[in-house]
C-alpha cells in the first residue's frame, strides 16, 4: 500500500516535469508544424542560466528565497534572447518546406546549440542544490518529500490552465487557434501570421529554458542533458498528439506513472519503460491520444 | 544514349583499396575501414530517403548487428567474421521485417519518432543489461576468417579491412542493381506521390517494407563490421544522437547515386577524426553549420555539385 502511494506520488512528481519540458514543443508543433529539436538545447540553456546566476546570487550572500526569482528571469531571457534569433535569424527562411526538412534543421541547431553551451560553460558540471532544499519538506506516511516538489508540480499545472485560458478565452488565443486551423485563410483575414509564429516560438523558447531552470536544482547541469530530455518530451508529445495541450497533459500523467511503477517494481526497465509505452500508443492510436483525422491530399 | 559511369567507379575503387591496403599508413586504413561501414549504413538511409521516409532510429539497427557480432564472441566464444557478419544480417532482417509490419503504416514524423522509439527501447534494454556490460559496452575479438586463423597483428588488420571493402563493394553493387529495378524504381515515385502510384496497382506497403529491411541489414552489416574494426561496442550505438548522424550524413551525401554515401562518410569520418584532435567542443557546432548549409544551398546534397557541373557541359 505505501508502496503504491509511492509510486501515484512519485508518478505525479515526475509527470510535473514531464508537462513543464513537454508543452512547449507541442505549442510549437501545434502552431508551426515543426517539430523542434532545439528544444533540448533550450532546456539546457536555460538549466545552465539558471545554475550559474543563482549561483552567482547565492555566493554574494543575498537572500537565498531570492533564488527563485533568479532562475525564473534567467529562464526569461533565455527564452527571450534564444527564441527570437533562432525564429528571425533562420526558421522564417523554412516555413513551407517539408515538415521532416524542418526537424533536420532544428536537428542541426541543436547541434550548434550543444556546443555554444560548452564553449560558455565549459564542460565541468554545475552543482546548484540550495533552492531544492530550501522550502523544507513533507511527510507522507512514512516517506519524505521536499517540498520542491510541489512547486513543479504547481508550475506544471499554473502553466497548463494559464495556456488553455489564453487559447480559448482572450482574443489572441484564438487568432491562434485560427493560425492553427487554417493558415492562409487567416492570413488573409489579417492575422499578422508572421508576428504569431514570432510569439509561439518566443513563449515555447521561454517555456523550454524554464522546464531546464526549474530542472537545475534537482540535478547536475553537465552537457548531454539536452539531448537526454529532448527525447524524453518527444515520447510525451507524440504520445499525446503532436500539438495538443489536453494531449500532453494526458501522456506526462500516464509516463509518468508508468516509469514511476517501473522504477518500484522493476528498475532495470526504467528508461525501456517510457519508449514502449510510446510505442504502444503509437501502434493503437497511430497519431497519439488526442489527434485530427487529416484528408489525404492527392 | 549516356553510359552511367557508377558501376566501373565502384570496382575501380574497390580494387584500388584492396591493392593499397599493405602499403597505407595505420590510421589512414582505420579511417578507410569505418567510413566505409558508416557508408554501408548511409547507403541504406539513402534508400529510405528515396522512399520519403527518414528513420531516426537506424541506430536500433546498427547496435543490433555490432551485439549480434559481440554477443556471439562473448557468450558463444565463436569469434569467426564471416559468422559474425551472418549472424548481424540474420537478426537484423528478423527484427526488421518484425518492425516494418507496423512501421510501414506510418509516414513523416512519426515513421521518424516511431522508430526513435524502438531504437530508444534498445538502448533502454542494453543500459540496463549487466551481462551485456550495461552502458559501459564489451570489447570483442574477432580473430578468424571462414575458418582460418589471422590472429596477429598486421595480418589480422588487413583481413578486417579487406572484409570491409569488399562488404562495401557488395552493397554498392546491390543497391545498385536494387535501384535499377522494378521495385528500386518505385522508390522515388512515392516520395513524390504516394497515392498514385497506389492507382498505379502497386503496393506502397510494401515496398516501404521491404526498402526498410534492406536498410536495416545494411546498418547490422556496418554495425557488425564497425564492432570488428573498432573491437568495442556499447549501447551509444542506439542513442538516438547516433541515428541523428546517419540523418546527417545522408543529407549531407544526396540520395542521387549510390558512391554518394561513401563519399559523405569519409569526408564525415576524416573531419571526425581531426575534429576529435584538434577541437572537441566546437565539432557538434562545425556539423550543425554544415548542414543547415546544405539543407539551404545544396538541397541535393553534395552529390549534386558533381551532377550540376554534367549537365552543364
Known amino acids: 500500500m505505501a508502496q503504491l502511494l509511492a509510486v501515484l506520488i512519485d508518478g505525479l512528481i515526475y509527470s510535473s516535469w514531464l508537462f513543464i519540458i513537454a508543452v512547449g514543443l507541442t505549442l510549437i508543433y501545434g502552431v508551426m508544424k515543426i517539430l523542434n529539436i532545439a528544444h533540448g538545447s533550450l532546456y539546457a540553456l536555460g538549466a545552465y542560466s539558471a545554475a550559474s546566476l543563482a549561483g552567482y546570487w547565492i555566493k554574494q550572500g543575498y537572500p537565498p528565497m531570492g533564488s527563485y526569482a533568479v532562475m525564473l528571469v534567467a529562464a526569461i531571457l533565455v527564452g527571450l534572447i534564444a527564441g527570437p534569433v533562432i525564429e528571425r535569424g533562420l526558421l522564417r527562411f523554412m516555413y513551407g518546406k517539408d515538415e521532416i526538412v524542418l526537424v533536420l534543421v532544428t536537428y542541426a541547431v541543436f547541434l550548434i546549440l550543444e556546443d555554444f553551451v560548452k564553449l560558455v560553460w565549459g564542460v565541468d558540471p554545475y552543482f546548484i542544490a540550495q533552492p531544492y532544499g530550501l522550502l523544507g519538506s513533507f511527510d507522507i506516511g512514512d516517506l519524505t518529500y521536499p517540498n520542491y516538489n510541489l512547486v513543479l508540480f504547481g508550475a506544471a499545472v499554473f502553466i497548463g490552465v494559464v495556456l488553455a485560458w489564453v487559447l480559448t478565452k482572450t482574443r489572441q488565443g484564438k487568432m491562434l487557434l485560427a493560425v492553427i486551423h487554417d493558415r492562409e485563410m487567416s492570413g488573409a483575414m489579417g492575422i499578422n501570421v508572421g508576428r504569431v509564429y514570432f510569439i509561439t516560438f518566443t513563449v515555447g523558447a521561454m517555456l523550454g529554458a524554464l522546464g531546464g531552470a526549474l530542472t537545475a536544482p534537482m540535478i547536475s547541469v553537465q552537457p548531454g542533458i539536452g539531448a537526454e530530455t529532448i527525447v524524453l518530451a518527444f515520447a510525451v508529445v507524440v504520445i499525446g498528439g503532436l500539438g495538443s495541450l489536453p494531449g500532453a497533459a494526458l501522456a506526462a500523467l500516464l509516463v509518468g506513472i508508468v516509469r514511476a511503477a517501473a522504477v518500484h517494481y522493476r528498475p532495470e526497465l526504467d528508461l525501456f519503460s517510457i519508449y514502449l509505452v510510446m510505442a504502444v500508443v503509437l501502434i493503437m492510436r497511430p497519431k497519439g491520444l488526442f489527434s485530427a483525422q487529416e484528408a489525404r491530399k492527392i | ?313
Open chain 2, 1 to 313: 544514349m549516356n553510359r552511367d559511369p557508377t558501376l566501373p567507379i565502384l570496382v575501380a575503387v574497390s580494387v584500388i583499396l584492396l591493392a593499397a591496403g599493405p602499403f597505407l599508413p595505420r590510421w589512414a586504413m582505420f579511417l578507410i575501414n569505418v567510413s566505409l561501414c558508416y557508408g554501408i549504413v548511409v547507403l541504406g538511409m539513402m534508400l529510405l530517403m528515396r522512399t520519403g521516409v527518414v528513420s531516426f532510429g537506424h541506430g536500433l539497427y546498427y547496435c543490433l548487428g555490432a551485439y549480434a557480432a559481440g554477443t556471439l564472441d562473448q557468450v558463444c566464444k565463436i569469434s569467426d567474421m564471416a559468422v559474425m557478419l551472418v549472424a548481424a544480417v540474420i537478426v537484423t532482417a528478423l527484427a526488421s521485417a518484425a518492425l516494418g509490419l507496423l512501421l510501414r503504416k506510418y509516414r513523416d514524423i512519426f515513421f521518424a519518432m516511431l522508430s526513435l522509439a524502438f531504437s530508444m527501447i534498445l538502448y533502454g534494454l542494453l543500459v540496463k543489461t549487466s551481462s551485456l556490460g550495461s552502458s559501459d559496452g564489451f570489447n570483442i575479438a574477432a580473430t578468424k576468417i571462414a575458418g582460418f586463423t589471422v590472429a596477429g597483428t598486421s595480418v589480422e588488420r588487413y583481413v578486417r579491412y579487406a572484409l570491409t571493402v569488399v562488404c562495401a563493394f557488395a552493397a554498392g553493387a546491390f543497391m545498385y542493381r536494387y535501384l535499377n529495378s522494378h521495385m528500386g524504381r518505385l522508390a522515388e515515385a512515392i516520395r513524390d506521390n504516394e497515392l498514385r502510384v497506389e492507382y498505379m496497382g502497386a503496393s506502397v506497403r510494401n515496398v516501404i517494407h521491404v526498402n526498410y529491411m534492406i536498410s536495416a541489414v545494411l546498418a547490422g552489416v556496418g554495425g557488425a563490421l564497425a564492432a570488428i574494426a573498432v573491437g568495442h561496442i556499447d549501447p551509444e550505438m542506439a542513442y538516438w544522437t547516433t541515428s541523428g548522424e546517419f540523418v546527417f550524413v545522408g543529407i549531407l551525401s544526396g540520395t542521387s547515386s549510390i558512391l554518394a554515401p561513401f563519399l559523405g562518410a569519409f569526408i564525415f569520418e576524416t573531419i571526425r577524426s581531426f575534429a576529435y584532435e584538434y577541437s572537441p567542443n566546437t565539432w557538434q557546432m562545425a556539423l550543425g553549420i554544415t548542414m543547415l548549409v546544405v539543407i539551404m544551398f545544396l538541397p541535393g546534397g553534395l552529390w549534386s555539385l558533381f551532377t550540376r557541373k554534367r549537365k552543364a557541359a
